[in-house]
Structures are given as C-alpha cells and as structure tokens.
C-alpha cells in the first residue's frame, strides 16, 4: 500500500518513529526534569511548580511506595482532578514501578468499586471532596492504603488554607465532613517523609497504565496500556508538533481531566518532553474562571473538546482574550476517510452513525447545521426508528432563543443539508445528558428517545 498521506506531511515530520531510545516513561520524565530542571512545569492557582521540585517530590512519593512493600506491578488508582498532587503521584507511582489507575473524581459508589476490584488497587490517593465514595466500598476492594489530599494541599500555607475554607464551607463541596476512611494518610506524609527510593527496571513491555474507558457503551473497561503503547503515541504527538514549537518556551492550558487518555498523553506527556508550562484547571464547568485563568498567562496551546469550545465561545468575556500566542491545536475522534491527497478527514463515531433508506448520516455534521442557527445554544442528533427509512433523524435542542420553534429550525436545516439529512422530529430540552468528561451521551438519547 502506498502511504500517499506522507506527500502531505509538513517538512520535518518523519514518515517513522523509534522508541529505542525510551525503554519507559520514566527515562522520558526524567530526562525532562533534568533538561528544563529549572523551569516551570505546572501551575495552579496561581501556585508554580518547578521540573526540579516535581522530580524531588515524585521521586519522595515513590519512595514512600517502595517503604509500604509496593513492588513493580502493582496497581495504585488515582482519583484527583487537575490540581499539583496529580502529576506528583502519577509520576511517583511509575518511578516505583507501579500501575496508575486513574479513576473519575465523579465516579458513583458502584462506578468506583467496580474500578477498584477490577484492577486489584492496593492503593488510592484522593481528594477528599470525593473520599466519602471511597468510604462507602472501601471494604468491598482490596485496597490498604488511602492517601487523602485536601484541593489546596500545595499551594501553600496560606493560600491553601484558604482554599480549602472555600471548598468546605462556601463551595459546600465536601458535604459529609471530614474523611473517615480507616488508616487514611493526609497527602503530605508520603511526599515530605522522604524515604529512600530504589530506581526499578522497566521495560516496553511492562504496563503502565489500566485506562478505564468512559462507559458509554456498557460497563467501564480496563485498557493495558504499556509503556511502549504510551511512549510511542507520545513520540507520534512530538514528532508532529516538533517542527511548529519551541522546547522550553511553550504554555499549554489543561482543562481537560488528566486522568482521561487525551489529556494525560497530550498536556501531560508530549508537553513534558517539550518542557511546557502547564496551567492546570481543576473546574473547566466553571467558564468564568476558566477565562480569568487563562488570561493571567500567554498561552501558546490549548487542547479541548467540542462541549468545551461551545461552553467557551457562548461566554461574552471569551472574545477578550489574548490569542497572539496561540500556535497548535490538537484533535481526535474516531471515524473518517482519507482524500487524495492523503489529508485525513475525522468526521463521527461509527456506533453513531444514522442510516436513512440507506445513506449514512453523520450526527456531527447535522449538529453544527442546528448550530449555525442563532436562537440554538447546543444540540445533538440521534437516528430513531421509521417505518418508511429505518431510521429517521432526530434532534435534542438546547435553546438561546425561548421563542425558537421546531419548524423554524425544520426549515433552516432545509436550506443546508440533502433532503434525507434534515431532521424529522426536534424535542426542545433544558439540557442535554453528558459523560463524566463533559461529552454529550448520544447513547443516553437514544434509550428514552
């Protein structure tokens, strides 16, 4: 097979990649911290942190592992959104040759017991707005050890108190008191116990990660992904980006969850191994803070998803930011075709496809039409049965305009899709249901459609 995509490829993007030279993400983070030692690697909440004081400090967690009899392989979940403790334990629990399990700071009692027992965690470390889901299955997992972390546990002394007052008292987001999980550790233990650390020997073969998938189509599953899976998807992104970046000089903002596979290998990784800046976001639903944030900072990259860029460009104060900056832009998804050229086309997940007298209907391209009309905040489109078609399109629709109606919208769709695309029936709703992630649930549609 001709690789005609290579014709198109920017000059200095290699048709190949070798990871030969990274038997582990651990020689790819610690040749980072050892190259940009002195740079920023992440912030949050206005709180720096060094690639010097992120090596010290995993390499201290690592350690505390190795001191509580964790041996290569074994699994230690992780359940945090994007606050400074996260990077310090993922990477500490793969400098002790553990498993990370990353797990939904959202998850249900069920969701999180599930998780645990299926990947046999002898360990978690949680922020403790979530440790009452944890206190409800402890008992039913296999997990010993529970490391306890308050949002602003690494902020300092003064600023984390007060964002933890916050986040108890005003935000009321720990709303069954303090932890009571048995033998919980707080987070600070493990990092400032400074016990001695033993570097372990990994191979490519060897599991980095149990990735569980989001659930939209049955139960949550555990994908083995080892740390050649991850190293070569990591050097496949830098090989791409290489030729538009500056190494050390690059500021990513991480709204994204990194305990999903799109951050952690994206934000997380490649920028990594460039030396990148990265502001953390801990609540990307809060827009307005997410703006204020970002405009503290010349960011160079972003990375998002649909519901997210909506979320941003429905928000007045988005337009007054600064994007002189901007450089790169990354995107994914699952279904699409090749041209002539070679440039590839991603254009919708196959489950959803809609099948219309036997033409195929991407939800995606009928969702940016409803879109496009102006009294439509968001919307989703989803194939329902037809006598006539077999299937017929229906859509949900958030509406800006109270006063929109489905045969306006009926009409409007006329004038930019082929007749078999236009929607057949419009339910006007308050919302529409999402994943943990934030990704509207076509699935969710479709059962009580």
């Known amino acids: 097979m001709e690789k ?18 990274l038997p582990s993400l651990v020689v790819l983070f610690e040749e980072a911290c050892r190259k940009y030692a002195d ?27 190795q001191s509580k009899g964790f041996k290569k392989g074994d699994r230690v979940a992780l359940m945090m959104p994007n606050l400074l403790q996260y990077p310090v334990a993922l990477f500490g629990t793969l400098r002790a040759g553990c498993v990370v399990v990353n797990c939904n700071p959202l998850y249900t009692p069920r969701e999180l017991e599930h998780q645990l027992k299926d990947s046999g965690s002898k360990a978690i470390v949680i922020v403790e707005n979530f440790a009452n889901t944890l206190e409800q299955v402890i ?3 296999d997990v010993k050890h529970v490391i306890v972390t308050p949002m602003g546990e690494m902020l300092g002394l003064a600023k984390g108190m007060l964002v933890n007052l916050v986040v108890r008292h005003v935000k009321n987001w720990c709303r069954r008191g303090p932890c009571r999980v048995r033998s919980a550790l707080p987070w600070l233990w493990p990092v400032v116990a400074v016990m001695a650390w033993t570097p ?11 990735q569980y998938t989001g659930g939209t189509t049955g139960v949550s599953k555990g994908a083995m992904l080892t740390h050649a899976n991850i ?8 090989s791409w980006i290489k030729p538009a ?8 903002i991480t709204a994204l969850p990194l305990y999903h596979i799109f951050a952690l290998t994206a934000n997380c990784l490649t920028f990594l191994m460039i030396g990148a800046r990265n502001l953390l976001i801990a ?19 972003v990375t998002g998803v649909n519901t997210l860029f909506n979320a941003l460009l429905n928000h007045p104060d988005f337009t007054k930011l600064d994007f002189s900056t901007m450089k790169v832009f990354l995107h994914t998804g699952d279904m699409g075709y090749v041209d002539q050229m070679g440039y590839v086309f991603l254009v919708d997940r196959k489950k959803d496809m809609i099948l219309v007298s036997g033409f195929n209907v991407y939800p995606n391209e009928v969702e940016e039409v409803v879109a496009m009309h102006d009294g439509v905040a968001e919307a989703a489109a989803i194939g329902v049965a037809d006598e006539h078609s077999g299937e017929a399109v229906k859509i949900f629709v958030v509406r800006k305009d109270p006063n929109l109606t489905a045969e306006e919208l009926i009409e409007h769709c006329r004038k930019h899709l082929t007749g078999y695309k236009v929607p057949k029936f419009v339910e006007f709703r308050a919302d529409l249901p999402r994943t943990n992630v934030g990704k509207i649930l076509r699935r969710a549609l479709k059962e009580n459609a």
């Open 4 to 21: 005609i995509w290579l014709k198109s490829y920017p000059p200095g993007v290699p048709a190949e990649i070798s990871i030969d030279h």
């Open 39 to 65: 740079k920023m690697a992440y912030v949050s909440m206005g709180r720096e942190m060094t690639y010097r004081e992120l090596d010290n400090l995993s390499r201290d967690f690592a350690g505390w592992l």
């Open 139 to 141: 008992d039913k997992t």
């Open 231 to 238: 190293t070569s998807n990591v050097m496949q992104a830098y």
């Open 245 to 252: 970046v500056k190494e050390g000089e690059e500021f990513i």
């Open 283 to 301: 609540n990307p639903r809060d827009i307005p803070g997410f703006i204020k944030d970002w405009s503290k900072y010349p960011i160079t990259v």
């Open 200 to 210: 372990v020997s990994l191979c490519h073969e060897d599991i980095a990660f149990l």
